[in-house]
């Protein structure tokens, strides 16, 4: 869901920590594997529109 989706942003989700957190402290480098990148590049037009 949308809720999902932007807790996983803002308060991490499953024990992982916040992808905004990630992305201030490591920008690209944290997303190792195309997998993960495309995962990311889907869910961050929601994260941007919320």
Not at 20 to 45: D, I, S
Request: hydrophobic residues 45%; aromatic residues 14%; contains cysteine.
């Amino acid at each position: 869901t949308v809720q999902d989706v932007w807790k996983q942003w803002a308060e991490g989700f499953a024990g992982q920590p916040a992808i905004q957190g990630l992305e201030e402290r490591w920008g690209a480098r944290w997303r190792p594997g195309n997998a993960v990148k495309v995962q990311f590049c889907r869910r961050k037009v929601i994260w941007d529109a919320l």
